[in-house]
T-cell receptor, first 111, second 114 residues
Framework: RKEVEQDPGPFNVPEGATVAFNCTYS??????FFWYRQDCRKEPKLLMS???SGNEDGRFTAQLNRASQYISLLIRDSKLSDSATYLC????????????FGAGTRLFVKA | DGGITQSPKYLFRKEGQNVTLSCEQN?????MYWYRQDPGQGLRLIYY???????QKGDIAEGYSVSREKKESFPLTVTSAQKNPTAFYLC?????????????FGDGTRLSIL
């Protein structure tokens, strides 16, 4: 089983739609959680951190459920510019810190 | 990301040739990482370094070598032993101290075989 698993993509949605990405992690030593965005042929960029209390940044909402070892990212009112691959990222604390990247979910937003 | 410079942006390698990819940072970050990304695939860790003069192998270190003589620099050499080097290579950094800080990436180097 992979340490971080994401929804298989791609997701194809119309502009204005709400889209949700899910991610599960298997190691209970997971300490910190993030969502990154990667545009085609570009580097990944940090989108937002994820906290148990939930956090929101404009149209984006991230949520962490430690009991279920589950992370989510919700995008409301999708824009064409949201088309990208979204990576779920977990930092493990097992004596040292190790960053695990999910394989990513591709999103296409259509006009 | 501002502060992390990878060069060159594109690189071509001939058979049997070693090539070196540069990664320089002015963020004063302790940890530096090299990843490889193949088309449509996720990131795979090649090497990482937590402090100067120390580095560890990642998941796919064979055919690669690194050095960390200065905090600012973490060059990656793709040796002739790496038989399938064509990929997108990404350098990342992370501040030390607290372990819950995310990595930040340079804009990558695309390596192709001639």
């Amino acid at each position: 089983r992979k340490e971080v698993e994401q929804d298989p993509g791609p997701f194809n949605v119309p502009e204005g739609a709400t889209v949700a990405f899910n991610c599960t992690y298997s190691n209970s030593a997971s300490q910190s959680f993030f969502w990154y965005r990667q545009d085609c042929r570009k580097e990944p960029k940090l989108l937002m951190s994820v906290y148990s209390s939930g956090n929101e940044d404009g149209r984006f909402t991230a949520q962490l459920n430690r009991a279920s070892q589950y992370i989510s990212l919700l995008i409301r009112d999708s824009k064409l510019s949201d088309s990208a691959t979204y990576l779920c990222v977990v930092i493990l604390n097992t004596g040292g810190f190790k960053t695990i990247f999910g394989a990513g979910t591709r999103l296409f937003v259509k006009a | 990301d501002g502060g992390i410079t990878q060069s060159p942006k594109y690189l071509f390698r001939k058979e049997g040739q070693n090539v070196t990819l540069s990664c320089e940072q002015n963020l004063n970050h302790d940890a530096m990482y090299w990843y490889r990304q193949d088309p449509g695939q996720g990131l795979r860790l090649i090497y990482y370094s937590q402090i100067v003069n120390d580095f560890q192998k990642g998941d796919i270190a064979e055919g690669y070598s690194v050095s960390r003589e200065k905090k600012e620099s973490f060059p990656l050499t793709v040796t002739s032993a790496q038989k399938n080097p064509t990929a997108f290579y990404l350098c990342a950094t992370r501040t030390g101290g607290s372990g819950n800080q995310p990595q930040h990436f340079g804009d990558g180097t695309r390596l192709s075989i001639l």
